[in-house]
């Protein structure tokens, strides 16, 4: 004989099963939020983590032990480069295979210099170091085209080079490692110094008013911007364009030629071949006296 339910054992039954999916419903929604709560504490962790290496202070030992081990490998080979090429320009005599054969020597020669210390603790450090050991390489490859190149005629040859893909990229990369080695130093300037900002994003344009305002350390940083704009070798340092911004501006000459944003002023001493290595040095007690700047050569030679 069937046993029949009972009315109240039936929403008995009913409200189990109800409870059961419910509590069922209620653990899975649980476990969707612990985890999105712990992917968001671990997020966070890892801005935080990421934003305090963005921010922190470099030591004045970490940018001179660079310029020792990579910068001043770097900068020797640049010289040389610069001085072949200036021959070339001039049309002056040289062995162009010979002296290019060479510079491909140095270029390897001062990759491996540049590798020999390890600056990769350093974020910006490292980076700079990267792209100048990459500059250098790049260097080697078009330094050996060209000591390959049959032309004659110094002019050609030297367009020839200029439009190597392989040259482009070494100097992309010199002025990339220049970038973040005096974004190094605004950040080591900053952890000395509570007025001056550890970044800064340049106005565009500039005003004359808004440069006068800024410390040195960061209107270098503004310079290396307009010279990397450019996509050019030059032998004089950021500090030396920033002097000579300064002198043009306190001389009455950017007034004189109504000129009124830094960006200005910068392409008429550039386009005019109006800044040379020195140029800070020679202007630095007049300006720069009570200025916050790292210990490197550079800012203190003679």
Not at 46 to 63: I, N, R, V, W
């Amino acid at each position: 004989m069937e046993k029949r339910l009972t009315t109240t054992a039936m929403l008995f039954s009913l409200g189990f099963v109800f409870m059961l999916v419910f509590a069922v419903g209620a653990f899975f929604y649980g476990i969707q939020i612990g985890t999105e709560k712990a992917e968001a504490k671990y997020t966070a962790k890892s801005e935080a983590g990421k934003k305090s290496e963005d921010t922190a202070p470099y030591q004045q030992q970490e940018l001179v032990s660079f310029y020792l081990t990579v910068f001043s490998p770097y900068r020797e080979f640049q010289a040389e480069w610069l001085t072949v090429s200036d021959k070339l320009l001039r049309g002056g005599n040289l062995d162009a295979g010979s002296a290019f054969k060479n510079l491909a020597k140095l270029a390897d020669q001062k990759a491996e210099e540049a590798s020999s210390f390890n600056m990769q603790k350093s974020p910006l450090l490292g980076e700079a170091q990267v792209a100048y050991i990459r500059s250098l390489k790049y260097f080697k490859d078009t330094a050996a085209k060209a000591a390959a190149d049959k032309t004659n005629d110094p002019a050609k040859l030297l367009e020839h080079i200029k439009s190597d893909k392989n040259y482009k990229s070494a100097v992309g990369e010199s002025l990339a490692a220049q970038q973040a080695y005096y974004d190094a130093m605004q950040k080591w300037a900053a952890s000395v110094d509570p007025a001056i900002p550890a970044a800064y994003k340049a106005a565009t344009p500039m005003s004359v008013d808004q440069w006068d305002k800024l410390s040195l350390i960061v209107k270098n940083r503004v310079a290396v911007s307009h010279l990397s704009e450019r996509g050019e070798l030059f032998g004089f340092m950021p500090q030396d364009l920033t002097s000579r911004v300064d002198e043009f501006i306190r001389s009455g000459q950017a007034s004189k030629m109504k000129l009124n944003t830094v960006g200005g002023i910068v392409d008429i001493l550039l386009n005019t071949r109006a800044v040379d290595a020195g140029d800070f040095s020679a202007n630095k007690a007049r300006f720069y006296q009570s200025e916050t700047l790292p210990q490197l050569p550079f800012f203190y030679s003679e």
